[in-house]
Structure formats: structure tokens, C-alpha cells
């Protein structure tokens, strides 16, 4: 079954150019391609996507708010943030509300699809100039909190109160290596579906959207 599009997006270049790379992609089907965030709302409620494609600048509404709602009422739909915004504040706001994947409007079509099918099968596409920030945010964060002196809990504390199961604590330390979903799921011989299906339950249990997020709040909490 082909993966279901929808997106969202006022300007007509743009909105042309993302509908035509979801049209020539035989393995995806357009639900429908708005310009306002009300009429987005609308289509989500009514045909629920598996990818939500959307913008932030929209001329009703501000797209993290659409985000919000869609993380919301169907966590089961991915969302791309394709935008003009790179500052932190869209970027940080966007991924809090729930978007899983964020690139800058300057991505190629064929990298836009490529990022539709990496969010399906449990990925989080980001501009690498985006992740170059986020990371920097993110150490930033950490070396603040290397300053302040606190007790680690015991080994045995730590198993006791992980929210992980001893097979998603070994896949996210797969993650944290870097290894692929593919060579994951060959090594614990598993296919990529139940890789992914553990991916977003690990998610969902640290209420991240993205790999590096899963390991940096792993690694807070003591879990890797």
C-alpha cells in the first residue's frame, strides 16, 4: 500500500514542487495539497496521512500548531517540517510539538521523497546544517549539566526503574553505535518492520522524535 501524503504549504512553487515529487514516486500517494492550516486541519481529520509534509509559515495559522495537533490526534502519522526557518526557536518548537523530520526549502525533490520513506521506516531526516544546531544545542545542554555534582544510581537502580525492556535497551544501544535499522534487525535477526516498531516504542517511552534525541535523553538518564 503506497504511503499517503499530505501537505500543506501557501506558496504555489513550492507547494507544485513537493506535489510533483510525491506524484512521481510510485510508492506514494498524494491525500491531498492545501496552502492554509485550517484547511490542513481539515484533511487531517478527514483522511489521516501517514506523512504529514508541512510549513511553518502558513497565512492562518502557525504550522507548529498543525504539528501539535496532528502529534496529537494521530501519532501514528509522520510529520516533515519542510520550511524557509532555521533559527533554533522553529526548530526546537517543531520538534517538541512532534515533527519528526525538518528540512530547509532549498532539499531537492528527490531528497524530499527520500526523506518521506526514511520517516517511515523509523528515521528523522534533518538538514545537516539543522542537526549541526541541534547538536550544538544539545552538548551545550550537557556540559551545563556536567557542572553540577550529582549521585548516579547503582546499576541495579538504574534496571530497576528503566522504561525500556532488556530488548529495547539492546537495539538503543545499537542505535547510540550507529548501526542502520538493516544491520539491527540482521544482527538481532529480526526484520525492519519489528526494528522500527521497537524504534517508535522507545520513542514514545522518552518522548523524543528522532535517534540523536533517543540517545541523548538515554544517556541523562543513565540508561546506555
Same mark, same amino acid.
Given at each position: 500500500?503506497p ?11 513550492? =507547494? ?39 510549513d ?10 498543525l ?10 502519522c ?19 510539538a ?7 526549502k ?12 526514511e520517516l ?7 538538514s545537516?546544517?539543522?542537526?549541526r ?9 550537557a556540559?551545563a549539566t ?13 534496571a ?13 544501544? =545499537?542505535?547510540?553505535k ?12 529480526i526484520?525492519p ?32
Open positions: 500500500m504511503t499517503r501524503v499530505l501537505i500543506v504549504e501557501d506558496e504555489p512553487e513550492f =507547494m507544485r514542487r513537493f506535489s510533483s515529487a510525491v506524484l512521481n514516486d510510485g510508492s506514494l500517494s498524494l491525500v491531498a495539497a492545501v496552502n492554509t492550516g485550517q484547511a490542513g486541519l481539515a484533511m487531517l481529520d478527514l483522511q489521516v496521512p501517514d506523512v504529514l509534509l508541512v511553518l509559515g502558513l497565512p492562518d495559522m502557525n504550522g507548529v500548531a504539528i501539535a495537533h496532528a502529534a496529537r490526534h494521530h501519532p501514528a509522520d510529520i516533515l517540517v519542510v520550511t524557509m526557518f532555521a533559527d533554533d526557536d522553529h526548530v526546537v518548537s517543531s520538534i517538541e512532534g515533527a519528526s523530520g525538518y528540512l530547509l532549498d532539499a531537492s525533490a528527490e531528497r524530499i521523497v527520500a526523506s518521506i520513506h517511515r521506516a523509523g528515521g528523522a531526516p534533518i545537516p546544517g539543522i542537526a544546531r541541534v547538536l550544538a544545542r544539545f552538548r551545550a545542554k556540559e556536567v557542572s553540577v555534582p550529582v549521585t548516579m544510581p547503582s546499576v541495579d537502580a538504574q530497576d526503574v528503566s522504561p525500556l525492556t532488556p530488548r529495547e535497551s539492546e537495539l538503543l544501544r =545499537m542505535i547510540a550507529g548501526f542502520t535499522f538493516e544491520t539491527i534487525g540482521t544482527l538481532l535477526d526484520s518492520h519489528t526494528v522500527v516498531a521497537h524504534v517508535k516504542k522507545i520513542y514514545r517511552k522518552l518522548s523524543v522524535h528522532s535517534r540523536s534525541e533517543a540517545v541523548y535523553e538515554a544517556g541523562q538518564l543513565g540508561l546506555l
